[in-house]
């Protein structure tokens, strides 16, 4: 017992010492991985800064071969468009100068009849070359189109990104790529951050619903067993009391061979059965009830005409009975018994003065039994309450009654037992549900 008594609590410092040692090893690696995220999102922001300046260089790059271009086209048509007296060194000029921008002219027919800057490899097919060069191109949407005299036709001036502004373009890329690959990383290393910042409270919450699931299983198993033992007494009791009972049923017999016309014997011999019946009960318990099909009101008749009998002379008893059988599946003695504490409780309710009200009532589906008092009734907070095991307004019950009525309405009948309505000072009515 002593080492029983030490095992929770030490199980519980063992589990508290799990959790701050999880949490002292994962701050360490939180702390040391947050320290690397803000290295990579510093390296990030710088590399975002040189992305977005080389993105500035390649447009204005951009920007500045388009407008050579353009010069390009309007000394071409200069000279397209010059006569004997037109002075073209300067439009010879800017011609000249294009070295770096690689050119492809084509005719209205689209054949190529100038390029310019274009490196031929040995050997290879010029035209597939320059092809390549016109589809790039047109791809890129750098086509300037230049006509010609009036009727003449017009020109296309196909160009292409110079090599330094390739080459800045190739650079802008790879640097874009790198940047969005050091994106998706330091988005990867917050949301491992976060994981590993969580895992010590996950572990905790699994440690804890561990807890939670052995006790309740110590609790069940020691339900269990509690059951066992008070099924166990239960039947000892019923069978202790057998040999009195059938004692007693003999005696009564012989009374009454000897004194026929005495009003008490009757009454000795219904208490008799009364506490046969009693006894057949306890001897039930644990076992499962044996439902038959029955008419309610008679049920309800015996558990009345008993409680009656022995209630105080100022106890009305007031029965509202349908004409016609109520026939439901039930178990009478279990039944007659939750009836039976329900006129107690009332009884005690009232002090031993008032009226009780005993109403049967029916629908297609449904049997229902009312019990109405006019005692000090029960506050709307407790309507649930008082099904509790143990919950009792009395100064000797033991808070079992109702708790065992609710059970045996719920788990042998399939039924329901609640509080229909209650006012303070007035009184209380209490309504079963059985299902027919």
């Keep these: 017992m002593n080492n029983r008594r030490w095992l929770r609590p030490f199980l519980i410092i063992f589990a508290l010492l799990i959790f701050v040692v999880s949490l002292l090893v994962s701050s360490s690696i939180v702390s040391s991985l947050e320290a690397h995220i803000k290295d990579l999102e510093m390296h990030v922001r710088e590399l975002e800064t040189h992305v977005k300046g080389l993105e500035t260089v390649v447009e204005e790059r951009r920007t500045e071969e388009l407008r050579k271009m353009e010069l390009w086209v309007d000394a071409m048509r200069s000279i397209n468009n010059a006569d004997e007296n037109t002075d073209l060194s300067l ?43 016109v589809k790039s191109a047109k791809d890129k949407g750098y086509v300037i189109p230049m006509e010609l005299a009036p009727y003449d036709g017009y020109l296309s001036i196909c160009y292409n990104e110079s090599l330094a502004l390739s080459h800045f373009s190739d650079i802008l890329a790879s640097q874009s790529a790198l940047l969005e690959s050091q994106s998706v990383l330091l988005d990867s290393q917050s949301d491992l951050l976060f994981r590993i910042s969580c895992y010590p409270y996950i572990q905790l919450a699994v440690v804890v619903l561990f807890f939670v699931v052995c006790f309740l299983a110590v609790l069940s198993s020691k339900r269990a067993e509690q059951n066992r033992v008070w099924v166990g007494l239960s039947k000892e009791t019923a069978h202790q009391l ?78 509202n009975f349908p004409k016609r059988p109520v026939m439901v599946r039930v178990n009478s003695p279990l039944l007659e018994w939750v009836i039976e504490n329900l006129c107690k409780n009332a009884v005690d309710a009232m002090n031993g003065a008032g009226v009780i009200t005993i109403s049967v009532l029916q629908n297609d589906d449904m049997a229902f039994i009312e019990v109405t ?46 509080v229909k309505n209650s006012t303070l000072g007035k009184g209380t009515t209490f309504r079963l549900e059985l299902k027919k």
Excluded at 95 to 102: D, F, K, Q, S
Aim: charged share 30%.
């Design 91 to 133: 439009a010879i000029a800017v011609l000249e100068n294009n070295n770096t921008i690689p050119v492809v002219v084509l005719d209205d027919g689209g054949d190529i009849s100038l390029y310019r800057n274009i490196e031929l490899p040995e050997g290879c097919d010029t035209v597939a070359v320059l092809d390549g060069v």
């Design 242 to 319: 057998g040999t009195p009972i059938s004692s007693l049923m003999a005696w009564t017999e012989v009374l009454k061979e000897k004194y026929p016309y005495d009003e008490l014997v009757p009454e000795m011999e219904r208490d008799v059965a009364r506490l046969q019946r009693v006894a057949e009960r306890f001897s039930k318990i644990g076992s499962k009830p044996e439902p038959m099909v029955e008419d309610v009101v008679e049920v309800v008749k015996r558990a009345v005409d008993y409680v009656k009998r022995r209630s105080p002379s100022k106890v009305e008893y007031v029965m």
């Design 373 to 418: 008092d006019t005692g000090k009734g029960i506050a709307k907070s407790y309507h649930k309450r008082v099904f509790e095991p143990g919950y009792t307004t009395k100064q000797r019950g033991w808070g079992l009654g109702l708790s065992l009525a609710k059970r045996i309405m719920n788990e042998y009948h399939k039924g329901r037992i609640f």
